[in-house]
């Protein structure tokens, strides 16, 4: 029997609007007029546990399990308990209106030296206080300095083999391992929360506890898992008393009553079982916001709430206590609660992960797990929030069934992917559960799946399937077998795989073996670097939280990352396969017929960057039909052995916690970072430009819609197992209607055989010129809240760096008058556009940024320092490179003894450190050597002790490049030089990164204060 | 008689607007007429002809040193002279931007209808399916049947866009059973004007359209271009309406003036009449048209 009771005229809920919805108004102006803002509550609660409690003995001892149980219970407990102005659901992520989480073991310390700068950079600015500065600064980051952070933790663990696994992602351009950063990316089991309440899940851990033959990890971990949830349980218990105390205060009765249920809801949930749809939804809260104290806020996801929260919903109806307005509402406060706090991003980052909400997805539609219409009143409830609320986060993502869902529920989602031009993307169960059955998940589990992130789909609520554990170029490794295994960026390295260059190549076939090698060598990399953070998180950030609410852990007695969850993976997102493939294909081509030069021809192309001379290849290459998301035989069989190839290699690895790797095809904006990075390419892609997105099509060559969709559609989905984002653009015409859409999109899930067609496809609707409009008045009011799909994920269009917005500007878009996709003929390349600064420094780990303001501060030293100092300075200039550094340490030297007494507090920043640099050049030339020890810095010390870190510089010029890029007193200009140097490979850094965090702030801080 | 084998200029994958649903277009090269707005000007000669499209030439020169007569010329704007070109082809081939391109290419029944079939699912959802234009393909009507047969059996919806000007017999027996609906273009009422701007006599037109309501009623749909100054006058739409309702048609459809042809005509080298206008048509001006229709109580489509 169908759980919809709504008419189909009624399935819009079109009554319901924010209009009439005063609360959810309010709410929604003050989010977006919100500034995101640092909290620092986590990050000293833990700090605080482990240097005050934990520090005692017997606790000491404890196993990491125990000690993370003990961790969690403490931080819970102390987290201030905040109801949100006009919110029926109590409880924060953070104490902000809208903060940003720092986990001070995964990544925060590359922003220590950005603290002063933070709040006023230029792209997506975070309010900071001087307190907080001060406690990040003087506190926190130097406990977690000195403990270690995950990513350290790692390296100290790399066998000399592996060393060159953590070189490679800091070179940026081949991989990056996302675990330094998070553990994340996976769905609760929030049905336990709805349907058992926590205090049933301890019992049941203590149950498990005293059975015999238990062993001590086992036992530490259910032990763990009780304090944990007891933590939760009491930080319910101070919301209910800030609802009494709020009460007390109320101006009106209204609120009062309101307050005062949302009291007897707290003392009840989640500790016990939620009994109507407003305690069920506050139980989640609750246990979300917990997980977030646990797990970093990256895509960490809901599920499938529509059916979790169902029986509730019609319970309440039935017995009217709710209406569907009244739901609406309460959904509309979750929604607005999941979008309470943003990840922390530092400046570089900034322009890769840009824009980027947390990525929580929520799941709708669907069956159930006997294979049943999933479709509720409740899924028609959430698109009404989604599409009143217009949000980044959450992520909705809506399941559908071909001939098992109804047509009008695909019609209406389709109506609010125009409305909010953006969202919900669409997912293929009939694919999508094959896929999951082909990777060993049981049928009522696969059908039970939920996404993960951007479009990840995995069975909910029982699989940790860390979807984002691998950001993988697969156009670097292109690269490599075009130069006999180097990089263009890293110049002459040769790191592992060395094969012919493709220049002396014989045969296609010749080339397609070397492709496959260069692949197989750095999938090796990537996937033992993985391997060892995962080993590093065991240790050191085990989640009893998580744990509790996995299916599986507890059957097991075992951590989610010991491999407790019912099913185990870790997923790739491939980067750029479209661009790969059309390289491919052009090689086959033009590059190999018989004559021999026809190659060198093409190396020598895309070496000049497609340049004048190569016009009638670049021509051909361009105009040829041989392209992916085309009819060509050639670009499919491309295609499909590839993807054959990813997927076997991957799942053929080894998984530390004994799960299995998956392999997806979605980018986020990475496809424009890598893009920056990366040079010309055999498919006429300019040096530069964005890669395609996902799994779609390069922009202007696929101009036939269902030949680009039937190309999807036939690639083999079982190959594609941690998702794929087919981004695809309408223009918001009279003929872009549901109808249309929802039509395309049957057509696309199901082949004439009846047979499962593509995965996943999303829409933007968007008018080219209202999205020029915005980049030319980014500020405007007007496009605050102008949502985009990025690649699998949703964001505010304003807030995508520069390189992000043109992608999505140029990127394929169906005009449906003409039926043509635009085309983008040759352009002269003019006086190459000097990269915007920020543009270049899009890197995620924080190595670019704070070589860059160790940079920043040398130069900054020059245009900033009083003119005697200046022309001082200036003279050293002119000596040996190497005196000069000198020259500028001791300047910094002078500054910490400060004999002036001008700024004591600058001093406290080296009391108690301890760290040795080493700045050098290739040749040896140059070689200087700071060591910070007893409150004092010395240069060049007699026997000096090794060094915790050492800077290369290939020789003097790059020292000299580095430290004086030129007389300029724009601070972006230094950036620029300083990244370029990283790039081109003329700066290496090793060691221990958070020293370089921390020297970064000893020298930003000079910069921003050049005299007390 | 019927050509056999006709030559064909596009495929058009995902149409919105020749048929119901989604659909792919066939458009078949040849014609009978010579309407003065012709919006395919490629489609009227059967044979092959070469197009040239200066967006996409990088000026290479490829095309000159091929070309076995000079036609080819980096000098000429318009690329070709037309004069002696022997459309030979030559220059195609070589040619790497694509700025050159041979129109109108030979496909069989099962390669067309392979073609066609790809899309099948998007049509079986959407209710479309598969529209013969032109040219005029009733010119093609064993090839017309030879496609139409076997998609027919498919299940999916057929369609053909015709001026008319056909045998009624042949197209009764061959062609009319395998389809769903017939678009029908009337253009002018008055067959003198007919005969000076399309370059035939219109009784043939009016009489098959008579013979198509009393066969099978519910497949005609009787289209009217718009052609400001030509079609799109107030005594001429008058005429065709009272004309329409005389032979009981329920519903129509009328085809707003597109000038976008232009390009199309130039890339042939072929002369565009002056007294054709550049110009979109405003809103009002369509609707004053629709105005006409819906007094005579005609349905537009
Ligand atoms: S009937 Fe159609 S194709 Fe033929 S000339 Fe007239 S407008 Fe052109
Ligand atoms: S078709 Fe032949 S004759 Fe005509 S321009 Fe091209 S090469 Fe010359
Ligand atoms: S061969 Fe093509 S691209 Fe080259 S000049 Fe001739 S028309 Fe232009």
């Known amino acids: 029997m169908s759980n919809v009771t709504f008419t ?10 924010l209009k009439n919805m005063p609360r959810l108004q309010r709410m929604r102006d003050r989010h977006f007029d919100g500034k995101p803002a640092i909290c620092t509550e986590l990050p000293r609660n833990i700090t605080t546990f482990w240097k005050e409690k934990l520090a005692k003995l017997p606790d000491k001892d404890d196993s990491p399990e125990l000690k993370a149980g003990k961790l969690y219970q403490y931080v819970m407990e102390r987290k201030e308990a905040i109801i949100a102005q006009d919110n029926l659901l109590a409880g924060t992520t953070t104490t902000k209106p809208l903060g940003v989480l720092l986990y001070p073991d995964l990544y925060p310390l590359c922003i220590w030296p950005e603290l002063e700068t933070i709040g006023t950079r230029k792209k997506n600015p975070f309010d900071i206080t001087p307190a907080q500065i001060k406690e990040l600064n003087s506190v926190i980051f130097p406990y977690w300095l000195d403990k270690g952070t995950i990513m350290e933790a790692t390296r100290k663990a790399l066998k000399e ?95 009062r009553d309101e307050l005062q249920e949302i009291s007897r809801i707290c003392r009840k949930v989640p500790a016990a079982k939620p009994e109507t749809f407003h305690e069920a939804l506050q139980a989640i809260w609750i246990c979300k916001i ?56 530092p400046e570089a980052g900034e322009e890769l992960f840009g824009g980027s909400g947390s990525n929580q997805a929520i799941t709708l539609g669907g069956v159930d797990r006997d294979g049943k219409d999933a479709v509720n009143d409740l899924t028609y409830v959430m698109l009404k929030a989604t599409e009143l609320l217009v949000l980044r986060d959450p992520n909705v993502n809506a399941r559908y069934y071909p001939d098992v869902n109804p047509p009008e529920y695909l019609q209406r989602l389709c109506e609010v992917n125009i409305t909010t031009k953006a969202t919900p993307c669409f997912h293929n169960d009939l694919a999508v559960i094959d896929t999951l059955k082909s990777q060993g998940v049981t049928e009522q589990d696969a059908r039970d799946y939920g996404v993960i992130g951007c479009v990840e789909p995995f069975s909910a609520g029982r699989t940790f399937g860390h979807s984002g554990a691998i950001l993988f170029n697969l156009t670097s490794a292109l690269e490599r077998t075009l130069f006999g295994g180097k990089h263009r960026l890293t110049k002459d390295e040769l790191i592992g795989e060395q094969t012919t260059p493709a220049v002396q190549m014989n045969s296609f076939d010749e080339f397609q073996g070397a492709l496959k090698r260069q692949l197989g060598w750095l999938i090796d990399r990537a996937v033992t670097f993985n391997n060892y953070c995962g080993r590093t998180h065991q240790q050191m950030h085990p ?24 099913y185990n993976f870790s997923g790739a997102a491939m980067i750029g396969l479209a661009d790969v493939v059309d390289s491919v294909t052009a090689i086959q081509e ?58 076997n290699t991957f799942q053929s690895k080894e998984h530390y916690r004994g799960g299995k790797y998956t392999v997806g095809y979605w980018t986020m904006t990475n496809h424009a970072g890598f893009g920056m990075l990366t040079g010309a390419l055999p498919n006429g892609r300019r040096k530069g430009e964005s890669f395609a997105s996902g799994i779609t099509p390069v922009s202007g060559s696929a101009p036939v819609l269902p030949a680009c969709l039937n190309f999807i559609a036939g690639l083999d989905h079982t190959k594609i197992t941690n998702g794929q984002a087919l981004n695809l653009k309408f223009p918001p015409t009279a003929t872009t209607t549901p109808a249309l859409l929802s039509q395309t999109i049957q057509g696309y899930f199901l082949k004439a055989d009846r047979s499962p067609g593509g995965l996943q496809v999303q829409f933007n609707i968007m008018n080219r010129q209202k999205l020029q409009e915005v980049t030319q008045d980014p500020g405007s009011p007007e496009y605050r809240d102008l949502l985009v799909r990025v690649s699998g994920y949703t964001a505010y269009f304003k807030d995508l760096n520069p390189q992000m917005q043109q992608e999505i500007i140029n990127r394929a878009e169906y005009d ?25 420094a899009r890197v995620v780990t924080g190595l670019g940024n704070i070589v860059r303001y160790v940079g920043n501060w040398f130069g900054e030293l020059i245009h900033r320092t009083p003119a005697p100092i200046r022309d001082f300075l200036k003279m050293l200039e002119d000596k040996s490179t190497g005196d000069f550094l000198e020259g500028l340490l001791h300047f910094m ?12 507090e600058y001093h406290k920043n080296i009391a108690k450190f301890q760290g040795t640099y080493r700045f050098q050049d290739q040749k040896s030339n140059i070689e200087t050597v700071v060591s910070f020890a007893d409150g004092k810095m010395r240069i060049n010390p007699d026997n000096p002790p090794p060094a915790d870190l050492t800077v290369t510089f290939q020789d003097g010029d790059c020292l000299r490049n580095f430290l004086l890029p030129s007389p300029t007193p724009k601070r972006d200009f230094l950036k620029k030089d300083i990244m370029k140097s990283i790039l081109n490979h003329e700066i290496t850094v090793e060691g221990n990164l958070n020293l370089l965090y921390k020297f970064g702030y000893l020298a930003n801080h000079l910069i921003l204060h050049p005299l007390p | 008689m019927t050509a056999a084998a006709p030559l064909i200029f596009d495929i058009r994958r995902y149409a919105l607007d020749d048929g119901p649903g989604i659909r792919s277009t066939v458009f078949l090269k040849g014609c009978n007429l010579r309407c003065l707005w012709c919006h395919n000007p490629e489609s009227i000669d059967p044979q092959p002809e070469i197009g040239f499209y200066p967006r996409d030439c990088i000026n290479c020169g490829d095309c000159v040193e091929a070309c076995p007569v000079s036609a080819c010329q980096l000098e000429n704007p318009a690329r070709i002279d037309r004069g002696k070109c022997t459309r030979c082809g030559d220059c195609v081939k070589v040619c790497p931007g694509q700025a050159l391109r041979l129109l109108g290419c030979f496909y069989a029944v099962d390669e067309l209808l392979e073609i066609i079939i790809r899309d099948r699912m998007f049509y079986e959802v959407s209710g479309g399916g598969v529209t013969l234009s032109g040219g005029e393909p009733t010119l093609f009507m064993d090839y017309c049947a030879a496609v139409l047969g076997p998609l027919q059996d498919l299940g999916l919806h057929t369609a053909i866009q015709t001026n008319g000007l056909f045998d009624w017999r042949e197209f009764k027996e061959k062609v009319l059973p395998l389809l769903d609906l017939v678009m029908l273009d009337v ?26 309501l009393k066969e099978k009623p519910d497949a005609a749909l009787p289209r009217i271009p718009l052609i400001p100054g030509f079609t799109a006058t107030k005594g001429n739409l008058e005429a065709i309406s009272r004309r329409l309702q005389d032979l009981g048609v329920r519903k129509c459809a009328l085809l707003p003036y597109n000038p976008t042809w232009f390009s199309k005509a130039e890339s042939l080298g072929k002369p565009i009449d002056v007294r054709l206008s550049p110009h979109l048509m405003t809103p009002g001006e369509v609707a004053a048209c629709r105005e006409i229709f819906s007094r005579a109580e005609l349905i537009i489509h």
């Open chain 2, 187 to 212: 253009k002018l009422a008055d067959g003198n004007l007919h005969r000076e701007y399309t370059g035939r006599d219109n009784a043939l037109v009016w009489a098959n359209l008579e013979g198509l």
């Open chain 1, 893 to 904: 030297e002078f500054r910490l003894e400060d004999p002036l007494h001008l700024d004591p």
């Open chain 1, 543 to 566: 989640c009893p939280m998580l744990s509790a609410l996995m299916e599986g852990c507890m059957e097991k007695g075992q951590d989610v990352l010991m491999g407790g969850a019912t």
């Open chain 1, 590 to 647: 033009f590059g190999f017929p018989h004559n021999g030069n026809a190659m060198a021809k093409m190396i020598a192309a895309i070496e000049s960057d497609w340049g004048e001379g190569y016009r009638d290849l670049y021509a051909k290459v361009k105009n040829s039909s041989h392209k992916y998301g085309t009819d060509s035989p050639l670009a499919k069989d491309n295609a499909k052995w590839l993807m054959e190839f990813l997927h």
């Open chain 1, 290 to 345: 917990a997980l977030h104290q646990e797990n970093a806020n990256l895509a960490l996801s809901l599920g499938r709430l529509d059916q979790i929260l169902y029986d509730l919903y019609a319970e309440d109806i039935k017995k009217g206590h709710l209406t569907p307005e009244k739901a609406v509402e309460l959904v509309g406060c979750f929604w607005l609660g999941i979008a309470d706090h943003v990840p922390m991003i």
């Open chain 1, 8 to 17: 189909v005229e009624e399935l819009g809920l079109r009554d319901i609007t």
């Open chain 1, 816 to 840: 449906l008058g003409t039926k043509q996709e635009i085309r983008y003929p040759y352009y002269e390349r003019k006086e190459e556009p000097e990269p915007e600064p920020g543009l270049v």
């Open chain 1, 161 to 255: 083999s592996d060393q060159e696994c953590a070189a490679l992602q800091e070179r940026l351009v081949y991989y990056l391992v996302s675990k330094p950063e998070c553990i994340s990316h996976t769905i609760p089991h929030y049905g336990m929360v709805v349907k058992r309440g926590l205090a049933d899940i301890i019992r049941e851990a203590r149950k498990e506890e005293d059975k015999p033959g238990k062993s001590k990890e086992q036992k530490d971990f259910y032990r763990a898992v009780q304090l944990a949830l007891q933590g939760i349980i009491t930080y319910a218990g101070h919301l209910a008393d800030e609802a009494d105390r709020q009460a007390g205060m109320a101006q009106n009765q209204e609120r």
